[in-house]
């Protein structure tokens, strides 16, 4: 199949914002995890070679035999490197260390910037959702999740800040857009962390709303620490204490991204 074709089956989404800790890794397990819980087939794909996401979801990083970066140098079909996450209810294709060397490896290959998208377009058809944790840059690894998915997460938290670091993902989203993916669009931006007691985070919040309306997600995922305790135990935190005020608002967020996409 030709990089060029839309892809079938499967919504994609990333969850993307090149600014380090601010929720990336936390939203996209919780947010499978949520999507697995109300019937839909989700594949994560984590993208960072931290391999936080993969962890997150009990699988052990360091024993996978095939992860993204086999994928992305071609030398795997996502088919054979895909595992399952029996605890989370949906499938995962990992990453570890070895991530970091593809960036270099990719340089010499043609059209580099489309390998994610050939390859995920090969499994679409088996999932509702595809999820792709992205790392905190704006480099060719997260280029690879823009130019294949139809959407953008952006967790962020209410912070001074925060909307600094937002235009330079926005231009770069409508670079993709422009040049290389025209599905590409902001789903919507994510409050995370979020404290009603603290007032800049209020005063954030509004100003967010003021600029982008309807692309701010009416969920609001609060500060709380059971989402911070669950990797530990190799678990999002909506497997782990569905109970948590944390986990409750990831649920809702899932089903707020399930009516989004449906007006889409
Ligand atoms: P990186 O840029 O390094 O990939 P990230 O954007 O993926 O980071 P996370 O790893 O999801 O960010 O979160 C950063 C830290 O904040 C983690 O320790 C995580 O457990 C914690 N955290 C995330 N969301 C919440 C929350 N809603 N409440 C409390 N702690 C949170
Ligand atoms: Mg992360």
Same mark, same amino acid.
């Given at each position: 199949m030709s990089a060029a074709q839309p892809l079938r089956g499967a919504r994609v989404f990333c969850v993307a914002n &090149?600014?380090?800790?601010?929720?990336k890794t936390t939203t996209t397990v919780n947010l499978a995890a949520g999507l697995a819980k109300v019937g839909q087939r989700v594949l994560m794909i984590d993208l960072d070679p931290q391999g936080n996401a993969t962890m997150g979801c009990g699988i052990d990083k360091r024993k996978l035999a095939l992860t993204v970066y086999d994928v992305l140098l071609e030398s795997a079909s996502i088919m054979e490197a895909r595992v399952r996450s029996e605890k989370c209810g949906f499938d995962v294709l990992g990453a570890n260390r070895?991530?970091?060397?593809a960036e270099v490896e990719l340089v010499e290959v043609e059209r580099r910037d489309q390998r994610l998208k050939l390859a995920v377009s090969a499994v679409?058809? +088996?999932?509702?959702f595809i999820l792709i944790d992205c790392p905190?840059?704006?480099s060719m690894l997260t280029l690879n999740g823009l130019c294949c998915a139809h959407g953008v997460i952006v967790p962020m938290q209410c912070e001074y800040f925060a909307l600094e670091g937002l235009t330079d993902l926005v231009n770069t989203i409508k670079q993709v857009h422009a *040049?290389? *993916?025209? +599905?590409? &669009?902001?789903i919507g931006l994510l409050r995370v962390m979020? +404290?009603?007691?603290i007032t800049l985070q209020q005063q954030v919040s509004d100003q967010l709303k003021a600029h982008f309306g309807d692309k701010v997600f009416n969920t609001v995922i609060p500060r709380n620490v059971r989402l911070a305790e669950a990797p530990s135990y190799g678990l999002p935190g909506v497997v782990f204490d569905p109970a948590a005020r944390g986990s409750i608002a990831y649920v809702d967020f899932a089903q707020e991204m399930v009516e989004r996409i449906a007006k889409l």
């Open positions: &090149q600014k380090g800790g601010v929720g070895e991530l970091a060397g679409s058809s +088996d999932y509702d905190p840059s704006l *040049n290389m *993916n025209k +599905d590409l &669009q902001i979020f +404290d009603p007691r």
